[in-house]
């Protein structure tokens, strides 16, 4: 009995060991991923000819992220400004000087599922990663 139960202890542990690298690794590349885009998005949004982030540079940043297999349907974006102006609206784009704030979050879904083998709770339905930039606007009319 013994035997069997130090076998299912060191499975249990060996199975972790294995597959903890792996699932960090997903982690690390969905939030570089993330990053990235949020740097892309905020270099056009705040150049010079925009001002703005609106609705098709977000549709057109979640196909790409489609593309790296997020769902799109779980993103989630968050666009604000330093002025508490709307840094949507492409009549009224940001001016220069102020910042452009966007934030884009993803849940992590079940890829810590792997921890409760050794006892550590993952973390809650809700909880998401993100990635965040600022960027003054570069916006003269």
Known sequence: MKQILVFVLFAGLLCWFM???TYKHVLMIRNAVLQKEVDLMLEIGANGSHGYIDNTAIEASKLRLEERGF???????????TSGVDGTNASAPVLRGIGLRLQISYPYQRLFEIDRLIGITPPSASARMSAEGLKMSEYVP
């Open 71 to 81: 769902n799109r349907s779980l993103l989630q974006y968050e666009v604000l400004t």
């Open 19 to 21: 597959f903890s690298p």
